[in-house]
RNA sequence: GCCAUUAUAGUUCAAUGGAUAGAACAGUCCCGUCCUAAGGGAUAGAUGUAGGUUCGAUUCCUACUAGUGGCACCA
């Protein structure tokens, strides 16, 4: 809680030990002191009376009088100017020179000096980097930046799915494909990837228009064979021809994962693969699966499973009869080589909510198996993200590619500004930034662990509550700052106008936000003030002359650079990056 | 079928058990340029259904309805 906060809370306490009532009972006593969302109605209440109402045995009415006379005595004049009972609240105006005590960290019991590790992303090679992804990045990154913001030393992970039977899907389908291996120098890496990811949608295509044939079909059963054989090969390097053809497919992805990482603004400390925590993992089951008391058991067909069931959970498959490790198998290695690379107290996993069983159980069996790291796991999980107008489905095989999606945004931003009169390369770098702010802040503005609606229009657009709507707030800013050069700045003396003193008031508001965001891992409270911010500034700007022929207007030039700087920080928090300009 | 999760204006989203349920877009009507991908103001409009707990429920509980995800060798 903000300090202000804690001041009034701890006077609220005292009123009630003068009012005798015992210490055990006035631990019972849930009140809050937040913001007003009503700026009006002053800049924080307390609920205090409400819920007072029934020990002190008074009419909540009468307790909020008390109250404000009490602590109108008790309140630092310096710090509070009005404070009143209006029904059943007290509401507490600051003074106008307010300022919160401002420092970028915002200290946090469940984040200061713990070690978090965040794992996300986990793209896979070869393989489209898709919406999921691109939502996975980036609530992975602000909240890894929430978490710095609260004290925490972080590390970022990605781990990467570069063995398993998708790949085998992708190596096997490149048989049907009809154009050839791009191994070329004129062949961009975009299109090596989209290549790849041709061959994974083909892959895919010809097994399951084989599977409709019947699953007893002599095609259909030959095509498993042939992907278990390919799968097979590139888990045990056994085949040099197929070695040469993965390798180098596995280079152009992370080639373009990194691109794209360069992009979206995030840098992982540690990438972790498959093919590393596949054996790891396999040998754990393995020698458990030996032990007289293990926590595994044979399942059909020769497979190795954990039966959840017995843990409120439900069976999953660790070990295939081909004696290949699963996801969940390869997922306890991860966590031992994950642990054994930094040894973190917590290690958060970022993932869409399709997997939320697969990691109750994966999380349950690590800490079986291995108690000293089992228990720091944790798994955060997300909505999907679908489009405004279409119903996207994978069956239909209509997805949108999360790179393509971010060229496609950045291409509808510079066409918005291609008449500018700016350089080529500014304009294209401008436009990233700005395609890059519009898809994330539509993810975090809302409450991520629900689906996502996106709307390529109004994610893009400076009307309403988007991403560069708050970038061009900033970009408004710099302008009137580059417009003041040269000229006199001077105090002058006049009463504040009402905008001016909310736009002022509410730029405190921002740590109190950030502390709710960090409480509550919800990134949707620094959107949201943010949007409010920016809002604020334009009412104040359209209301108010900062530059009033040559003679600038001190105080409020001054108000705009602190409106800049918490935008910036906000939005930077968010993972997005300002503009200079638009 | 079982488990999880969601349901708030026409639409897309907010709201630690408490004040008059906040925004944005679309609609109607104004103002406007120190910002030019300008922007701002006003106006109208919502808690899926039925119970329960509580002084008080959008929020907690139960049932129902509807949507979404998951339920053994994909990740």
């Not at 891992?521 to 108010?544: C, E, G, H, V, W």
Request: hydrophobic share 35%; charged share 30%; aromatic share 10%.
């Amino acid at each position: 809680m903000l300090q202000i906060a804690e001041i009034i809370k701890k006077h609220c306490i005292s009123y009630l030990k003068i009012n005798n009532i015992e210490d055990i009972v006035i631990e019972s006593v849930r009140f809050t002191v937040d913001i007003n969302k009503d700026i009006d109605r002053g800049d924080l209440y307390t609920n205090f009376a409400l819920v007072s109402s029934k020990i002190l045995k008074q009419d909540p009415t009468a307790i909020a009088v008390n109250l404000a006379q009490y602590l109108d005595k008790e309140l630092d004049k310096n710090i509070f100017k009005k404070i009143e009972a209006i029904d059943n609240y007290v509401n507490f105006y600051l003074v106008d020179e307010f300022v919160s005590e401002d420092s970028e960290n915002i200290y946090h019991k469940d984040f200061d000096s713990k070690k978090i590790a965040y794992e996300y992303t986990d793209p896979n090679p070869m393989k489209e980097f898709h919406i999921g992804h691109l939502m996975s990045n980036t609530i992975g990154e602000t909240l890894s930046r929430i978490a710095q913001m609260a004290g925490a030393d972080i590390k970022r992970y990605s781990y990467q799915g570069d063995a398993g039977r998708h790949l085998a899907v992708t190596m096997w389908g490149l048989r049907f494909m009809e154009t050839p291996w791009p191994d070329a120098d004129n062949i961009s890496i975009t299109d090596k990837v989209k290549f790849l990811g041709q061959a994974y949608v083909m892959g895919n295509k010809k097994l399951s228009e084989s599977k409709e044939k019947g699953e007893d079909s002599d095609e259909y059963k030959q095509y498993m064979q042939e992907i278990e054989v390919m799968n097979q090969k590139i888990y045990d390097r056994s085949d040099e021809e197929v070695n040469i053809i993965y390798d180098q497919g596995r280079e152009w992805s992370l080639e373009k994962f990194e691109e794209l990482y360069n992009i979206l603004g995030t840098k992982f400390d540690y990438y972790f693969f498959e093919s590393k925590s596949a054996p790891v993992g396999l040998q754990i089951v393995k020698d458990d699966l030996e032990k007289e008391n293990s926590i595994f058991a044979k399942g059909d067909n020769d497979t190795v499973i954990f039966k959840g069931e017995d843990h409120g959970l439900h069976t999953r498959v660790f070990v295939t009869s081909k004696g290949i490790p699963t996801y969940e198998a390869k997922e306890i290695g991860l966590a031992k080589i994950k642990y054994d690379v930094w040894n973190f107290d917590k290690s958060i996993v970022i993932t869409a909510n399709e997997q939320n069983e697969v990691f109750k159980v994966t999380n349950k069996v690590i800490s079986l198996l291995i108690p000293d790291i089992g228990p720091k796991m944790s798994h955060i999980s997300h909505g999907m993200m679908r489009f405004v107008g279409e119903k996207m489905s994978s069956r239909t095989g209509k997805v949108i590619a999360g790179d393509e999606l971010v060229e496609d945004m950045m291409n509808a931003s510079y066409e918005k500004m291609k008449d500018r009169d700016m350089e080529e390369g500014d304009k294209k770098q401008i436009s990233q930034d700005v395609a890059v702010a519009a898809i994330k802040f539509s993810i975090l503005k809302q409450n991520f662990k629900k689906d996502i609606i996106f709307d390529k229009e109004k994610s893009l657009s400076l009307e309403g509550d988007s991403g560069p709507y708050i970038q061009y707030a900033v970009v408004r800013i710099n302008s009137i700052l580059k417009k003041t050069e040269g000229l006199e700045i001077a105090k002058t003396e006049r009463e504040l106008s009402k905008e001016t003193e909310n736009l002022n008031r509410t730029l405190w508001r921002y740590n109190h936000m950030c502390f709710k965001a960090i409480d509550e891992m919800a990134p949707q409270y620094i959107a949201q003030y943010l949007i409010d911010l920016a809002s604020r500034f334009n009412t104040f700007y359209n209301k108010n002359k900062i530059i009033e022929g040559d003679k600038v207007d001190k105080g409020l030039l001054e108000l705009c650079v602190k409106t800049k700087d918490i935008l910036t920080r906000g939005l930077d928090t968010l993972g997005i990056r300002v503009v200079e300009r638009m």
